[in-house]
T-cell receptor, first 113, second 112 residues
Framework: NAGVTQTPKFRILKIGQSMTLQCAQD?????MYWYRQDPGMGLKLIYY???????DKGEVPNGYNVSRSTTEDFPLRLELAAPSQTSVYFC????????????FGDGTRLSIL | RKEVEQDPGPFNVPEGATVAFNCTYS??????FFWYRQDCRKEPKLLMS???SGNEDGRFTAQLNRASQYISLLIRDSKLSDSATYLC?????????????FGTGTQLKVEL
């Protein structure tokens, strides 16, 4: 009963490095999301996808890229890591309906030094 | 004005107490409403959806007031394990994608 799985759980990057945060869900959800949460702040939407091959920007997309080649996977790419991207990243998914709750992975804690 | 506004707390209450949180939202066309619970350094977890007529789940009761644009969460007989941050979450987006707007949360500490 995996739900939404994120890897890695923790990562430290140097400024300018790149990395991909992985997210997979096994609930056959069409909708998937990436959020970041800074200390004491609410979750902010980075990117979202309503299905394979379709992605859209959220509130804070700069510095990130996504792809959605399958229903199950929604990786988030940081190309040139910056200290401002130090945060906790959550992936979520939901059914294709505007009244559905989202279900979250347990997060990736990323530090850029 | 924030789109979803909550009192950050913390609310410090003794075990067994009743505690209530309110949340206001800015968009009168908002469609769906949720309360999530977030433990320290963990992911948000759905506590309950909020329905127009109000709804109850055990010790938790949620209410929606569309006219005043606020939702509430009442916790009866508080347990130590209820200590967490409670997030008010609103779907304000008529477009596709089921995008949710999260409040910054209200912190609850239940004490012996």
């Amino acid at each position: 009963n995996a739900g939404v799985t994120q890897t890695p759980k923790f990562r430290i990057l140097k400024i300018g490095q790149s990395m991909t945060l992985q997210c997979a869900q096994d609930m056959n959800h069409n909708y998937m999301y990436w959020y970041r949460q800074d200390p004491g702040m609410g979750l902010k939407l980075i990117y979202y996808s309503v299905g394979a091959g379709i992605t859209d920007k959220g509130e804070v997309p700069n510095g990130y890229n996504v792809s959605r080649s399958t229903t199950e996977d929604f990786p988030l790419r940081l190309e040139l890591a910056a200290p401002s991207q130090t945060s906790v990243y959550f992936c979520a998914s939901s059914y294709s309906d505007n009244n559905q709750p989202q279900h979250f992975g347990d997060g990736t804690r990323l530090s850029i030094l | 004005r924030k789109e979803v506004e909550q009192d950050p707390g913390p609310f410090n209450v003794p075990e067994g107490a009743t505690v209530a949180f309110n949340c206001t939202y800015s968009n009168s066309a908002s469609q769906s409403f949720f309360w999530y619970r977030q433990d320290c350094r963990k992911e948000p977890k759905l506590l309950m959806s909020v329905y127009s007529s109000g709804n109850e789940d055990g010790r938790f009761t949620a209410q929606l007031n569309r006219a005043s644009q606020y939702i509430s969460l009442l916790i009866r007989d508080s347990k130590l394990s209820d200590s967490a941050t409670y997030l008010c979450v609103v779907n304000m987006d008529k477009g596709g994608g089921n995008k949710l707007t999260f409040g910054t949360g209200t912190q609850l500490k239940v004490e012996l």
